[in-house]
């Protein structure tokens, strides 16, 4: 499966943007999908997931502020990011786990976009 992310840019702080993620190559229903970010100089981090049962799954630091959701016959999935920091600058990927888990651990994904550039300024 190949996805694309998309819904990235600048935003001052208390923003919101929607990132997507489109999956071509193959139907996403059955995966467990993940978004992550990397931060320059960090490592990457964990940031949603969703089940292929759509049970959702958040960092503690985006809890409350960031929702992520599917929409299978669009073969798509949403991070909605509200109230947006600084802090939550980095490029954002969409990943694919094909046990449909939404889980926190980068190396339970097989498939990973190109990632989307999210910049929060003060």
Do not use: H
Not at 60 to 89: H, W
């Amino acid at each position: 499966v190949q996805l694309v992310e998309s819904g990235g840019g600048s935003v001052q702080a208390g923003g919101s943007l929607r990132l997507s993620c489109a999956a071509s190559g193959r139907t996403l229903s059955s995966y467990g999908m993940g978004w992550f970010r990397q931060a320059p100089g960090k490592e990457r981090e964990f940031v949603a997931a969703i089940s292929w049962r759509s049970d959702t799954f958040y960092a503690d630091s985006v809890k409350g502020r960031f929702t992520t959701s599917r929409d299978n016959a669009k073969n798509t999935v949403y991070l909605q990011m509200n109230s947006l920091k600084p802090e939550d600058t980095a490029i954002y990927y969409c990943a694919a786990n094909t046990q449909g888990r939404g889980t926190p651990y980068s190396r339970e994904y097989r498939n990973w976009g190109q990632g989307t550039q999210v910049t929060v300024s003060s």
